[in-house]
């Protein structure tokens, strides 16, 4: 199941890459909930994803908000329906025009069935407040 697992997200990558919301929301589970690792945050695109329904308000708004540079998924790591991924990320926050580059960790978690349950993302939320604030 691992295997089957990160195969998955890295297709998910992939649709994303190519702005294919419609192949993402066929991977995951009408109940998925993705959200980074932040309590209060002024990011839009940090709003919590609380159903497949929500994911493409939830790329929308990264599309709208952020101009994408790099987006370079570099370590799989699973275990049973886990998969985390160190990705390197950067990008241009559009309301500020301030770029930002930084490391990120990926938790996916699936079903039984195999489709995404859980993402949850974690990265220096202190520098991009700082860099959305300027």
Do not use: C
Request: a negative charge; glycine letters at 2%.
């Amino acid at each position: 199941m691992s295997e089957r697992n990160v195969q998955t997200v890295k297709t998910i990558y992939a649709a994303f890459g190519k702005g294919d919301v419609p192949a993402i929301l066929e991977l995951v589970d009408a109940n998925t909930h993705w959200s980074f690792n932040a309590s209060k945050t002024p990011l839009p695109w940090y709003e919590p994803v609380t159903s497949q329904s929500t994911l493409p308000k939830f790329f929308g708004t990264m599309a709208a908000q952020l101009e994408f540079h790099a987006f370079d998924p570099r370590e799989f790591v699973h275990s049973d329906e886990h998969v985390m991924v160190h990705v390197h990320i950067d990008y241009t926050i559009k309301k500020t025009s301030r770029r930002v580059a930084l490391e990120q960790i990926h938790w996916w978690t699936f079903n039984s069935d195999g489709r995404v349950t859980r993402l949850l993302q974690f990265e220096d939320t202190a520098e991009l407040f700082a860099a959305y604030q300027s």
